[in-house]
T-cell receptor
C-alpha cells in the first residue's frame, strides 16, 4: 500500500526558533497533501491543504505566516513552524492523496517547544 | 458543510465480546466514509471505507462497518474483540460534491478499551 513518511518523528526546540517538518510520499505521487494538528486525546484539526506547485489553502484560524507550507514536488511537502511558542507544541500529522479520494497518513511528528 | 459525530468518548468491552463504535454523519451529497485507528503517538491507520456498493464493508483486522443511509450512520463493528484492538478510533467523511479536493472531516474519536 501507499506509504507516507514524516521527519523528524519528534523534535524539541526553544521558543522563538523555527522548525521544519517533512512529509514524503514514498511510493506514489501525491497531488495533494494535508497537514493536521492533534492535541492530546482530541481529534485531528485540518490546518491546510497543499497542491503541488501552488500555494497552500489554509483553514480558518490558521496563521499562514506562522505555519509555512511548501509542496515543491509530487512527493514532498514541508511544514515550517516559524517563531515557535510553547502553545505550538502538538502532534502534527500529514497525509497525502493521489488521483483517488484516499488519504494516506504519515506517522506524525511530536513537537515540543520549551 | 460536512460533519461527523462520534457520540461515545470511550467504549469498554470484554475480550471475546462483540464491539460497536458509533458514527453518524451529515453531508450534502453522497458520502464517502472512512474508519481509521490510531495507536499512541502514531499516525492514523486505515481500516475500511464505504464509497458505493454493498452497505456492509469489511476491512482490516476483522473489522467491518455498515452504511445506513436512512439513519446516516456508519458504525464500526467487530464480532470478537481483542485486547490489541484497544486504541483510538476515528470516523471520517468526505462529501462527494464538496470542493477542496479530498478534504476529510473527522469525528472527535472514540477510545476503545478491551479488557481481559
Amino acid at each position: 500500500g501507499a506509504v507516507v513518511s514524516q521527519h523528524p518523528s519528534w523534535v524539541i526546540c526553544k521558543s522563538g526558533t523555527s522548525v521544519k517538518i517533512e512529509c514524503r510520499s514514498l511510493d506514489f505521487q501525491a497531488t495533494t497533501m494535508f497537514w493536521y494538528r492533534q492535541f492530546p486525546k482530541q481529534s485531528l484539526m485540518l490546518m491546510a491543504t497543499s497542491n503541488e506547485g501552488s500555494k497552500a489553502t489554509y483553514e480558518q484560524g490558521v496563521e499562514k505566516d506562522k505555519f509555512l507550507i511548501n509542496h515543491a514536488s509530487l512527493t514532498l511537502s514541508t511544514l515550517t513552524v516559524t517563531s515557535a511558542h510553547p502553545e505550538d507544541s502538538s502532534f502534527y500529522i500529514c497525509s497525502a492523496a493521489g488521483q483517488t479520494y484516499e488519504q494516506y497518513f504519515g506517522p506524525g511528528t511530536r513537537l515540543t517547544v520549551t | 458543510a460536512q460533519s461527523v459525530a462520534q457520540p461515545e468518548d470511550q467504549v469498554n468491552v470484554a475480550e471475546g465480546n462483540p464491539l460497536t463504535v458509533k458514527c453518524t454523519y451529515s453531508v450534502s451529497g453522497n458520502p464517502y466514509l472512512f474508519w481509521y485507528v490510531q495507536y499512541p503517538n502514531r499516525g492514523l491507520q486505515f481500516l475500511l471505507k464505504y464509497i458505493t456498493g454493498d452497505n456492509l464493508v469489511k476491512g482490516s483486522y476483522g473489522f467491518e462497518a455498515e452504511f445506513n443511509k436512512s439513519q446516516t450512520s456508519f458504525h464500526l463493528k467487530k464480532p470478537s474483540a481483542l485486547v490489541s484492538d484497544s486504541a483510538l478510533y476515528f470516523c471520517a467523511v468526505r462529501d462527494e460534491i464538496t470542493g477542496g479536493g479530498n478534504k476529510l472531516t473527522f469525528g472527535t474519536g472514540t477510545q476503545l478499551k478491551v479488557e481481559l
